[in-house]
């Protein structure tokens, strides 16, 4: 029973464009999702994060979106750069849940190819 | 600052055999876990510590076991080697509560192989 889904395994766009990343989850429970960014050879790297007390959260050119009430969330990266390409994993907590002890869930994560 | 370290980098191990992945952080993190990835998936919880001597399964803890007698330290053991543990493994820590929240940070990875 996967808890959180990344339904695009990849997507592509042009350099300068916007890129959109998206993620479902099915456990209400879930109350702080992060985004971490993969380079081949390398560990997952924080990229941003999101309360659910908040609908959206920005920092320079990423900006992640919450939508509780469809339990969607998405990363917007503008302008998108060659840089950027890299798998992109989407992850949740119960951080407010005494016994989380904030673990985290991973999604399957989506393939960004930024094309110069 | 070196955050999160693990060795080895890469491993090949015959079936059966036995190996400890070492993993240590500098950052006095209490929060330690151990993921696996294999390929086209995301990560999978193995093992996790909320601080030194205490420690607890996650997802997939089968054919592991984990020790922490260390802030620092937080070494993920298998004792009989099969393939379906053929995976890349990550440790992470995490920040201390009231900090971040639930981001954890991440070690760059041992690729491990079971033939």
């Known amino acids: 029973d996967q808890q959180v889904k990344q339904n695009s395994p990849s997507l592509s766009v042009q350099e300068g464009r916007i890129s959109i990343l998206n993620c479902d989850y099915t456990?209400?429970?879930?109350?702080?999702f992060l985004w971490y960014k993969k380079y081949p050879a390398e560990g997952p790297t924080f990229l941003i994060s999101?309360?659910?007390?908040?609908d959206k959260n920005e920092d320079g050119r990423f900006t992640v979106f919450l939508n509780k009430s469809a339990k969607h969330l998405s990363l917007h990266i503008v302008p998108s750069q060659p840089g950027d390409s890299a798998v992109y994993f989407c992850?949740?907590?119960?951080?407010?849940?005494?016994?989380?002890?904030?673990?985290?869930?991973f999604g399957k994560g989506t393939l960004l190819t930024v094309n110069p | 600052n070196a955050g999160v370290t693990q060795t080895p980098k890469f491993r090949i191990l015959k079936i059966g055999q036995s190996m400890t992945l070492q993993c240590t952080q500098d950052?006095?993190?209490?929060?330690m876990y151990w993921y696996r990835q294999d390929p086209g998936m995301g990560l999978k919880l193995i093992y996790y510590?909320?601080?030194?001597?205490?420690?607890d399964k996650g997802e997939v803890p089968n054919g592991y076991n984990v020790s922490r007698s260390t802030t620092e330290d937080f070494p993920l053991r298998l004792e009989l080697a099969a393939p379906s543990q053929t995976s890349v493994y990550f440790c992470?820590?995490?920040?201390?509560?009231?900090?971040?929240?639930?981001?954890?940070?991440f070690g760059p990875g041992t690729r491990l192989t079971v033939l």
């Open positions: 992470a820590s995490k920040t201390p509560p009231g900090q971040g929240k639930a981001t954890q940070y």
């Open positions: 456990n209400s429970m879930f109350d702080y």
């Open positions: 999101i309360s659910s007390i908040k």
């Open positions: 950052m006095n993190h209490n929060y």
């Open positions: 992850a949740a907590s119960a951080a407010n849940s005494g016994g989380s002890n904030y673990k985290l869930t």
């Open positions: 510590s909320v601080g030194a001597g205490i420690t």
